[in-house]
């Protein structure tokens, strides 16, 4: 599906961004391993989050769709049942292929397998087969290290391990395990990643400790999470905050959003490059404000939560732009929204650089590729390294056409880029958008209409 998106006015009003990914996927997972009934609230209702919600219904868990809520009733940490129908299909769901793995691997018996689209086929899970079977787990996947991925339950014995990257995906993988395995598990990870799973379990009890980039946890036998709250994913969001940022006169509320520290990188970064952001972020523990890009920062916010998800609004307004550097340490705290650095990148004077992020090149496409082509085919001044790129910024863009291949976060960078460009953008595949924010388009119109 091709759309044309024009160049537009300022954009004025506010918008409520959809509910969180990463958080429904956990809510549905973690709630499906309970033994009692939990209510999510603002469940995220997209293609990925249907995926877990099938998954979870596969396993043997009930979920009852009510206006507004879900309530799942869990199966217990134990008890996930082998699906009848065979292989279990996680779709685009990159975070469930990782997450999954790590509650069956540690069942009692039963075998899963997990397959999914083509770009799930392309995304690397060694990075969870192996420290899995160095947990005992019976695991087998494409060449060791690609979908699909078969689980057979064994009993686990706790490793400590440390993620060669930041990722909170094989982070969860190994936490979920942990809660299943035999003494001890420990997890370090390089640099700080968004921590939804370890508030959450902190929140249903269960025998999990954080001391700065380590979790360690001990086996459980039982789960109680009565209820989660999903704010708003500041990752959607980011998309509304750059076309703010970047059409010249914009004043957007975006209300109800995630502010959890671990997800606000991309925010902090858009603040140094000179945007305007009102809002009250929760601030990173001291010992993590480096990484965080928040060193020197005077922002008034709440101090880190162990268990809980802060929300609130955020004020966005257009302002001159200035090139930056973002720093390896930043890119976990930013992951999801890096190309959109790029995109505030062609409107900023000097030179915008992004390093340490090669993950990119793993994500739903390769993100790095899709966003200088993309992004130069518009007119940006744009180069690939390895491990991210350069931009020489301050012409904008002309504009043209952009190929989303395929990937939600592509589309929507492509959409805004037509906004703030001076012929407009033609997004080939804009229907990838409906995998994280099925109501994209509706809202950007909302803000260009006000
Ligand atoms: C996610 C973690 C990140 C992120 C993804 C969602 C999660 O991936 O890119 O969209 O929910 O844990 P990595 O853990 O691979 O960095």
Request: hydrophobic residues 40%; proline residues 6%.
């Amino acid at each position: 599906m091709n759309r044309r998106f024009a160049p537009a006015g300022r954009l004025r009003g506010e918008v409520t961004p959809p509910a969180d990914k990463s958080i429904s996927h956990r809510a549905a997972l973690i709630g499906a391993m309970c033994d009692e009934p939990v209510t999510v609230r603002n469940f995220l209702d997209a293609a990925d989050t249907r995926s877990t919600l099938t998954a979870v219904l596969s396993l043997g868990a009930g979920v009852d769709e009510r206006e507004g809520e879900l309530v799942i009733r869990g199966v217990g940490l134990h008890g996930a049942f082998e699906p009848t129908n065979g292989t279990l299909d996680v779709g685009n769901a990159g975070t469930l292929m990782r997450l999954l793995p790590g509650w069956l691997a540690g069942q009692v018996s039963g075998r899963w397998t997990l397959d999914g689209d083509a770009s799930i086929r392309r995304r690397p899970v060694g990075r969870i087969v192996e420290p899995l079977r160095s947990m005992g787990a019976q695991i087998a996947a494409t060449d060791d290290r690609l979908p699909p991925l078969t689980v057979d339950g064994r009993s686990l014995r706790g490793i400590g391990h440390t993620l060669d990257v930041a990722s909170a995906q094989v982070k969860t993988c190994l936490i979920f395990a942990g809660l299943l395995a035999s003494g001890q598990t420990r997890v370090s990870e390089p640099s700080p990643s968004r921590d939804h799973t370890e508030r959450m379990l902190a929140r249903a009890r269960a025998p999990v400790e954080r001391e700065g980039l380590t979790v360690r946890m001990r086996p459980t036998d039982e789960l109680e999470l009565e209820e989660v709250v999903v704010p708003g994913d500041p990752s959607s969001a980011a998309f509304l905050v750059a076309a703010a940022c970047l059409v010249g006169g914009s004043r957007v509320t975006l209300s109800g959003v995630g502010l959890n520290w671990t997800r606000t990188g991309f925010l902090r970064i858009a603040e140094r490059m000179g945007a305007v952001i009102v809002g009250e972020l929760e601030q990173p523990p001291p010992e993590a404000e480096r990484a965080a890009g928040a060193e020197g920062f005077s922002r008034q916010g709440p101090a880190a939560s162990p268990d809980s998800e802060p929300a609130g609004d955020i004020d966005v307004s257009a302002a001159p732009l200035e090139a930056t550097t973002v720093e390896p340490d930043e890119v976990p705290l930013s992951v999801d929204e890096l190309t959109l650095v790029a995109l505030l990148g062609c409107f900023a004077e000097g030179e915008t650089v992004v390093r340490g992020a090669e993950e990119l090149r793993v994500k739903e496409s390769d993100r790095i590729a899709g966003v200088v082509e993309g992004l130069r085919g518009l007119g940006a001044d744009i180069e690939a390294s390895d491990d991210g790129f350069a931009v020489r910024g301050g012409d904008g863009l002309r504009g043209g056409t952009f190929d989303a291949r395929g990937d939600h976060r592509l589309a929507m960078l492509g959409a805004v880029a037509g906004l703030a460009s001076r012929d407009g953008v033609e997004v080939e595949g804009m229907e990838a958008a409906d995998i994280s924010y099925p109501g994209f388009e509706d809202d950007l119109k909302a803000l260009t209409r006000s």
